[in-house]
């Protein structure tokens, strides 16, 4: 997989958008707008799979489904500068679709790693937003790493049968069809042997168990029992490709969580403007006005560090500065969205206001697929 990266470090000195990137932009504002306030989330989230599928096949309409893909799949092929700007868009609507992780990260992996005879009848599909993917990778002994793999896939004549359990499907409920990694040789922990294989969700033996995760998405446990499947649906690129695809999900999951910063301190500045206490508006206070900057420091240092990664000088680099940004984000915007919910008191926490949905945004966005600390280590490992 190639990662278009973006830009040049002069195109970046006045930090404008081209043409093109304003008009996603403002589609997905337009999206936002359109389609959401705090109560149509709330009903949004309310059951399995978390999310309307109708606002699904909006934004399949609107070409945000298959903006991530490559053109020869039929998508605009983005490069990463065009995620970032579609995702800090979602995220300030606080947007509970799942286009990180079933279009950046399981679609665009399809697209790039399937057969060309599999790859033209799933990708209209996709685009379109009639069909949608999740990737079925963490399993129990996952720890913050892509190598713990105890799901086997056999080679049985022209196929393979696979059994296991992946328990932490994110998005996974309601999705047509897996992404799933299983090994085929090899011992869980050993990065060689493990490939990725697609599994529709009407496949004999495959039982999809959704669950309800902090933020109001739903995950799914997945079952394999004896699940066979034809040699066709073998993806290329193994561990390998799947790090790839994550890396760029990776970016999209930060930028998401730039969004949700700059939605939560918006917020809550309207808020001090507008609570009274002591006969005075409480953002009056000097020390609420400290505390309130810092807050908005930590979201300009968030953007920076996002820039330094859309102007990186190739992929080592690119990686390395993906890393740290979301090593940053992971911790401080769960800060930032303490923050945030102190200034609002008790209301800060109820169901009636954005603020704490945006903070259990947060915190999803900043443990998955890893906790910070262990991005936090792979940042330090790419340095050496």
Known sequence: MVIEIGRKWEQYVTFDLTEDEEMLKALAERFVLDHY??????????????????????????????????????????????IA????????????EPVAESMVLAARLFAVAAPPELRE?????????????????????????????????????????????????????????YIVSARTGGDPGEAEGVELFMVP?????????PWPMV???????????????????????GLAQLAEADLLAMLARSAEALGVM??????????????????APIGSFQAIQHRMVAQYAVIEQSRALINLALVSS??????????????????????????MIQFHGGMGVTEELAIGAGHKRL??????????????????ESLT
Not at 149 to 156: E, G, K, L, P, R
Not at 262 to 276: I, K, M, N, S
Not at 314 to 336: M, T
Not at 364 to 375: G, I, K
Request: proline share 4%; net charge negative; hydrophobic share 40%.
């Open 363 to 380: 915190l999803m966005l900043s443990r998955w697929p890893e906790a910070p600390d262990a991005t936090l280590d792979r940042f330090a």
């Open 314 to 339: 190739g992929p080592e680099d690119f990686a390395r500065a993906v890393l740290g940004a979301r090593a940053f984000l992971a911790e401080r915007s769960v800060e930032l969205g303490h923050e």
């Open 201 to 209: 969700t009407d496949t004999p033996g495959l039982a999809v168990t």
């Open 215 to 237: 933020d109001g998405t739903y995950a799914a446990c997945l079952k394999l029992d004896e699940v066979r499947i034809p040699a066709l649906f073998r993806l290329n690129g």
């Open 85 to 96: 700007t579609l995702f800090e868009a979602l995220g300030h609507g606080i947007v509970v």
């Open 262 to 279: 700059q939605r939560l301190f918006a917020d809550t500045r309207d808020y001090l403007c507008t609570r009274e206490q002591f006969g």
């Open 37 to 82: 306030d705090h109560d149509s989330r709330r009903t949004f989230q309310a059951a399995a799979p978390g999310f309307s599928r109708d606002n699904w096949l909006t934004l399949g309409e609107l070409g945000l489904l298959g903006a991530p893909l490559p053109v020869e799949c039929g998508g605009l092929g983005l490069d990463a500068t065009g």
């Open 121 to 177: 009848q799933w990708s209209d599909a996709l685009i379109s937003g009639t069909r949608r993917f999740a990737v079925a990778h963490a399993e129990y002994g996952h720890r913050d790493g892509h190598v713990w793999v105890h799901t086997t896939a056999q080679s049985d004549g022209d196929g393979f049968v696979l059994n296991g359990t992946k328990p932490f499907c994110v998005t996974g409920s309601g999705a047509d069809a």
